[in-house]
């Protein structure tokens, strides 16, 4: 069982790691939009390794026993 502090830390930074892949994936969606393929592919890189990183913190809390706890 994790520790309520802790478990809001880990759920604080997998959120901010969320948030992260959003804004790189939105700035993908620009570059695309605007006929520029390699910033929007090097920038969609970018959003799926942050939301891998999500997807660590998220998968660690499960495995101590704690919440998940995602922001909208």
Known sequence: MLDAKME?????QLNAEMASGYLYLSMATYFE???????GHSLRLHAEEELEHAMRFYDYILRKGGSVKLQA
Do not use: S, V, W
């Not at 809001?8 to 604080?12: E, I, V």
């Not at 939009?33 to 910033?39: E, T």
């Open 8 to 12: 809001q830390a880990l759920n604080d």
């Open 33 to 39: 939009d605007k006929d520029l393929p390699g910033f």
